[in-house]
């Protein structure tokens, strides 16, 4: 059974997926729709929404890929458990 924080956990990262299934998607129709404004206006929607998903995954449980390190003073992608060592529990 999976507790609270970890059903946030997996419901932020849920958001991050979903957001960023949409903005791919949105990419390739535009790779053959080049001039489609509303394919380009779905794809800044979706780029924004992404962003905000990565940003409320990465305040509450750090950054989901190293680039996304700011920490400036320490190395804290490491700092988290690994998934396989029960960081998705």
Known sequence: MMNVASDQRQNLLMEVTKAGFA?????LFLDTHPCDSGALAYFKQMSEAYKEAVKNYSDQYGPL???LNSDTS???????????EGGMK
């Open 23 to 27: 903005l791919d998607d949105a990419q």
């Open 65 to 67: 890929t190293a680039a």
């Open 74 to 84: 320490y190395w804290s992608w490491i700092s988290d458990p690994w998934p396989w």
